[in-house]
């Protein structure tokens, strides 16, 4: 869900760190120039990996009234792109280069009923929002689903402050999510907001569409790094330009693309916008489809790509083992 924003570069001063689920830190930053968050905004953060800067975006969990206090919690993610490590490493007194709260996924007062899905580490773009639906007296339900009671960040606050209005569901004791389910329970007037890994995204999405609900009331915000597979080194060959290019686990074939000189389009760098969509010309392997943007059938059809998440992995069972013995996938393709 893409929204105009214009972006104000400021300092962030990290005032408070804290563990508060196993592998998510929370971090409390104070900023240089303050300006109110609202529901479901986010911060860009420059980060370093490897030594070089690169920009990261997280979810605003909480913020002041006066929005003097952010706050930001990450999943430590070690087979991602490096970002998560970076903020898992800052110390008490670091500033940071960070914008002011952008927003992507907003919150429409005035429905007749809610429905706000988190998937793991997704409720960091979720909280606020439940937040101001309980102030407001809505009706809403918030539903929080996880692999494990201890990697689920703010449960216990969330069911001291939502009580009945939170359903939780957790893998490892018995209660998985369904989505036929949830996605029954929603009636013509209900939106749905979401944020969570790709499967659970792109499961909701159909079963939505399957139902013939209204589509502008499913909205939704994604990782733009969750995959169906586990990341690999890669090869991205760009004949119009003359360039072949390794792509490693820790980057994104965009980023790779404009390491190497590529005159690359691009706008949300999280799979939603599809404006650095390219053709694929050639596949040795199979592409891991990253995006929100593509139909399920575009997917098979195997013609384009969203280069700023989606990969290309050895096989389709995507297996570390199938990599080594065969080598590196490989995708030929055009840019616009």
């Not at 018995?174 to 013509?188: F, M, Q």
Request: with cysteine; aromatic share 6%.
């Amino acid at each position: 869900m893409a929204a105009t924003n214009i972006e104000v570069w400021q300092l962030g001063t990290v005032v408070e760190v804290q563990t508060i689920a196993t592998g998510i830190r929370r971090v409390v930053l104070e900023p240089s120039l303050p300006r109110k968050a609202e529901p479901g905004s986010h911060i860009d953060v420059m980060v370093t990996i490897d030594g070089h800067k690169d920009r990261r975006s997280y979810s605003i969990v909480e913020s002041s009234d006066d929005g003097t206090r952010l706050v930001i919690s990450v999943r430590k993610a070690p087979l991602t792109r490096g970002g998560s490590l970076f903020i898992h490493g800052l110390r008490v007194g670091e500033k940071l280069e960070i914008t002011q709260p952008l927003q992507n996924f907003p919150l429409r007062i005035g429905a007749r009923r809610y429905i706000l899905l988190a998937g793991g580490i997704g409720i960091t773009a979720i909280i606020n929002m439940a937040r101001v639906l309980r102030n407001l007296a809505s009706d809403y339900t918030l539903v929080y689903a996880g692999r494990s009671r201890a990697a689920m960040a703010y449960l216990d606050e969330l069911r001291q402050l939502h009580g009945g209005n939170l359903v939780v569901h957790i893998d490892d004791e018995g209660t998985p999510l369904d989505v036929n389910e949830l996605v029954a329970s929603a009636t013509e007037d209900t939106e749905l907001y979401m944020c969570g890994p790709i499967r659970l995204m792109d499961a909701v999405r159909r079963t939505w569409m399957e139902r013939e609900l209204s589509y502008p009331n499913l909205r939704f915000e994604t990782f733009g790094n969750s995959g169906w597979y586990d990341p690999e080194e890669f090869i991205v060959r760009v004949p119009g330009l003359g360039l072949e290019v390794p792509v490693g686990p820790g980057r994104s074939m965009l980023e790779a693309l404009e390491d190497a000189g590529a005159d690359m389009m691009f706008d949300c760098r999280k799979g939603e916008c599809g404006l650095c969509e390219v053709k694929i010309l050639a596949l040795e392997g199979a592409v891991d489809h990253r995006d929100v943007f593509y139909s399920a059938r575009q997917k098979k059809a195997t013609e384009k790509m969203a280069c700023c998440v989606s990969r290309a992995v050895t096989s389709k069972t995507g297996l570390a083992a199938e990599a080594s013995a065969t080598g590196p996938a490989v995708v030929t393709i055009e840019v616009s």
